[in-house]
Nanobody
Framework: EVQLVESGGGLVQAGGSLRLSCAASGFTFGNVAIAWFRQAPGKEREGVSCFSSSDGTTYYTNSVKGRFTISSENAKNTVYLQMNSLKPEDTAVYYC??????????????????????WGKGTLVTVSS
């Protein structure tokens, strides 16, 4: 059974940092891409970052470039999202997602949620002003 379990969310002041973890099981970690999505109240789910295990490439949506870093610890089947310089607009439930390749339309550079094969249950990040 494929499982993705997120952890590390919480309440932080603007300018602070959090590190999210996504522990994966039930599949061969080196053959998939792991992405982070987020969904703020009343808004659509949006892609934040993606890590491709097959070649180590990473991708970030523009709003988090330079502030967020995605990384992988293959021995633990875990992907991390280090979030620095957090802003109130980063407040959302953050979801870990697995797919055969990064769920991105490379023509438009938009994350595509329907390309995701598995989802975690999410972890809440709240950034206070």
């Amino acid at each position: 059974e494929v499982q993705l379990v997120e952890s590390g969310g919480g309440l932080v002041q603007a300018g602070g940092s959090l590190r999210l973890s996504c522990a994966a099981s039930g599949f061969t970690f080196g053959n998939v891409a792991i992405a982070w999505f987020r969904q703020a109240p009343g808004k659509e789910r949006e892609g934040v970052s993606c890590f491709s295990s097959s070649d180590g490439t990473t991708y970030y949506t523009n709003s988090v470039k330079g502030r967020f870093t995605i990384s992988s610890e293959n021995a633990k089947n875990t992907v991390y999202l280090q979030m620095n310089s957090l802003k109130p607009e980063d407040t959302a439930v953050y979801y870990c997602a697995a797919a055969l390749r990064c769920p991105i339309n490379w023509a438009s550079l938009k994350f595509i949620a329907t390309m995701v094969d598995y989802w975690g249950k999410g972890t809440l990040v709240t950034v206070s002003s």
